[in-house]
């Protein structure tokens, strides 16, 4: 980002021409996404951490850096003693320093145990196209397309600012491309999409399917790529062989016609054109499913990393490793510790990382006992009440945070992490406007840390120091150690800070000519192997792993709607706050509550959307206070009455409710009716959708 300064004050940013991510290419306009913008708001919002905090006496106490280095170094090294490194668990998001975080927690510390992402973000996405494909995470190639079917994805709104929405809006300009919207909301995407398609929830896998039988039906698939570059394409035929438009159109609510109408119009774009779903599929039940037969299109149509399709990106090199270059051996105190066994869960086993809402139970039987925490607030991802019961349990919280989150309240030890503008960064990716190009991007502190904020590596180094592992933390700066780092493009740091950004690599398409697909089979799977790991932990669960259509069913794939609880409600992301982040920011909160017409000095967390079908019985209108039930518990926001959703299907903006930032704990966290059973059962990642009743709260609000 670019920043301006005024007497040594941030007071405006903005993004950088023609870079990677946030424009559309070469010397095109460069913006930030919210969670950039937010960065400045963040940075001097008064609610903010800005000095250590230790626990005395039961209470939080304000702490200086020394003091509280040498408490956290006594109590993880009392916790090491008494119960071990295994049983302190690893929890982070996408913070600066990931890879700071593993090297002491991880590797010296010795704690195995981290949290997989997967199992919050996008595991029945990126495991299921991992087993098809090979590869974790696939990009559609937006600009270069012509036909684009985003699947429960708001790109114009999640991917604000970046290159992606950008590329949406090319590609129609430039290539006449058609864009589909396959969501159950009326979404900033379905706004600028050609075909809105308000499909009933969890329905995607047996859409997907109708459309292979349609392509097949059709003759439009990729028969060259079929034949030479794929496995179990004579199962998916079989399996996609009843399943017409008609059958589908029963299950999903969406017309026979426009089912064949976009089958046809993706396959016949094809190379040019894609599936691609996200999170709206990773957060359901029966997601695996569903995102496997979405990616089977993909296979079916020959667009797997091909010019417009989707590609296998990745960033084409890699940085040096300093540790190494400084002869440096980093041992891996982690990995002869022992981990539970979770026979009782299936895909514990295969998913690497403890599922999220995993972690209450693993409490419950002694396995986990303490954790530290950086840039996440695993509260509001999951199962909700155990997790705060949970880390009450827990002998040590440790957590690097910027707002008095859920977990920085329970804390032990609470840091105060570094923004954006008050620390150096550096990343590198593949996934960006350059569609056949790696780059490097880095931005140094632009301003020093707001109080006694520090920046993240020096947070690992003190702690590293004070327990007597300095040497592995050498370097006085995040910066020099992102210098050796950078070696390997011949760039210092600085110089690339001073560009922005570079472009490093060429990737071209179609890897997998070179080396196949890196599966069990060397191609893309629309079925397994029998002895391929997946296919066994299939086989457990009840589930083939052949295509096929997993409605949601109660037991295994989610609960259903019924007389009692006879709608289905969701969460989802806001253009204007980021996850969960952005809710302490009165600036974000505003402009969410304008957004809407609604009075944010009034109510200032997040809103219910209910369709008018479903509000005017329940005597419902926009601006009343309404409870949420479901057999599991319940919670209290405001209504938002409009059409843009699907009747029977409600929904709100994750991150509010009273353990989040929001200052006064206002809205509702949708996690708080959540609970340990409510997992995808391939990839254990949370499942967010639940039938309940909605009632007014009545009185004067
Ligand atoms: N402003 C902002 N941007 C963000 C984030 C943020 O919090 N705020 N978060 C970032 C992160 S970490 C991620 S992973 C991405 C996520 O980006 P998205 O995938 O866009 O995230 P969601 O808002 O969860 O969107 C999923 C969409 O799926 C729809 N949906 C729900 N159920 C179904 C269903 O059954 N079928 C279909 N077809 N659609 C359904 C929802 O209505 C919603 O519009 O966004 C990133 N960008
Ligand atoms: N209910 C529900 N839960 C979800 C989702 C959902 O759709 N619904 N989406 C999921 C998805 S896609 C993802 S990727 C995960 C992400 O979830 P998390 O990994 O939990 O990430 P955030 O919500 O961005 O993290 C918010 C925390 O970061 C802290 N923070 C903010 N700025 C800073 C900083 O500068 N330094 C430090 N150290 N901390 C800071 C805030 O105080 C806050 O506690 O959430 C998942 N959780
Ligand atoms: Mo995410």
Redesign the pocket.
């Known amino acids: 980002m670019e920043v301006t300064l005024e007497n040594g004050e941030a007071i405006d940013l903005t993004g950088v021409d023609g870079h990677p991510k946030a424009s559309a290419g070469e010397g095109r306009e460069g913006t930030l996404c919210s969670?950039g913008m937010a960065q400045l708001d963040?940075t001097y919002n008064p609610n903010r951490i800005t000095q250590p905090y230790i626990r005395e006496d039961g209470e939080l106490r304000a702490a200086d850096w020394d003091e509280a280095f040498s408490y956290a170094a006594d109590r993880l090294q009392e916790f090491a003693d008494e119960h071990g490194p295994e049983k302190f668990l690893r929890y982070?998001?996408?913070?600066i320093g990931g890879a700071w975080h593993d090297t002491f927690f991880q590797n010296i510390y010795g704690a195995p145990l981290r949290v997989g992402?997967k199992t919050?973000?996008?595991g029945p996405f990126s495991d299921s196209w991992a087993w098809m494909a090979g590869y974790g995470r696939e990009y559609p190639d937006y600009r270069n397309s012509e036909y684009m079917i985003v699947w429960g994805r708001n790109v114009m709104e999640s991917f604000r600012g970046q290159y992606q929405p950008k590329g949406v809006l090319d590609a129609k300009e430039k290539n006449d491309a058609t864009l589909v919207c396959i969501d159950p909301r009326y979404t900033k995407t379905a706004e600028v999409a050609d075909k809105w398609i308000p499909i009933e929830p969890r329905t995607d896998g047996a859409l997907a399917l109708a459309m292979g039988h349609v392509i097949i039906e059709e003759g439009l698939y990729d028969e060259g790529f079929v034949q030479n570059w794929t496995y179990g394409f004579d199962e998916y035929r079989d399996a996609v062989e009843g399943k017409t438009p008609e059958w589908a159109e029963e299950i999903t609510g969406v017309d026979a016609d426009v089912i064949r109408e976009i089958a046809i119009g993706l396959a016949e774009s094809a190379p040019r054109s894609f599936a691609f779903p996200w999170?709206g599929l990773a957060?359901q039940s029966n997601g695996f499913k569903n995102c496997q037969n979405i990616h089977a299109l993909n296979g079916l149509i020959g667009s797997v990393d091909r010019e417009g399709g989707t590609r296998m990106w990745s960033a084409g090199f890699s940085l040096d490793d300093p540790h190494e270059k400084r002869g440096i051996d980093v041992p891996s105190n982690h990995a002869d510790k022992p981990t539970p066994d979770y026979d009782d869960y299936p895909f514990q086993r295969h998913v690497r990382d403890v599922s999220h809402n995993l972690v209450p139970k693993a409490v419950e039987r002694g396995d986990l006992r303490g954790m530290v925490n950086?840039?996440?607030?695993?509260a509001?991802?999951?199962n909700t009440e155990e997790w705060l019961e949970a880390m009450e349990e827990m002998d040590l919280v440790i957590t690097?945070?910027?707002?008095w989150?859920a977990?920085?309240e329970r804390a032990d030890v609470v840091f105060p992490?570094?923004?954006?503008l008050e620390q150096p960064f550096l990343d590198t990716g593949g996934d960006n406007a350059y569609s056949t190009n790696g780059w490097a991007t880095a931005s140094d502190a632009i301003i020093e840390p707001i109080g006694d904020c520090r920046e993240?590596y020096l947070i690992y180094k003190g702690l590293a120091e004070e327990m007597g592992y300095g040497e592995y933390f050498p370097w006085d700066s995040g910066k020099e150690y992102y210098d050796e780092q950078l070696e390997a493009i011949g760039l210092s740091f600085d110089e690339l800070a001073e560009k922005s950004y570079e472009i490093v690599s060429e990737v071209g398409y179609e890897q997998w000519r070179e080396d196949g697909f890196d599966t069990e089979t060397g191609k893309f799977q629309f079925d397994l192997e029998p002895n391929d790991s997946y296919a066994a932990l299939a086989d457990e669960m009840g589930a083939s792993t052949a295509p096929e259509w997993h409605p949601p069913d109660d037991e295994h794939y989610g609960e259903t709607t019924d007389d009692e609880y006879p709608l289905l409600v969701s969460?989802?992301?806001a253009e204007q706050l980021?996850?969960?982040?952005c809710q302490?920011l009165p600036e974000s909160l505003e402009e969410y509550a304008d957004r809407f017409g609604l009075a944010y000095e009034e109510y200032r967390g997040n809103y219910l959307h209910i369709h008018p079908d479903d509000a005017e019985p329940r005597n419902i209108s926009t601006g009343d206070m309404v409870r949420v039930t479901s057999p599991d518990g319940e919670v209290e926001l405001m209504a938002h009455v409009y059409e843009g959703i699907r009747p029977g299907f409600t929904g709100m903006v994750?991150?509010f409710g009273e353990d989040s930032?929001q200052p006064d704990g206002e809205g509702a966290?949708?996690?708080d009716i959540?609970k340990e059973r409510h997992v995808e059962p391939v990839s254990g990642m949370?499942a967010?959708f639940h039938p309940v009743e909605v009632t007014p709260l009545g009185g004067d609000n």
């Open positions: 969670k963040k982070q998001g996408y913070p992402r919050t973000c996008h999170t957060w950086n840039w996440s607030a695993p509001l991802s999951g690097i945070d910027a707002f989150s977990v920085a992490g570094a923004s954006t993240d969460d989802f992301f980021s996850r969960a982040h302490a994750s991150g930032i966290n949708l996690m959540n949370t967010r």
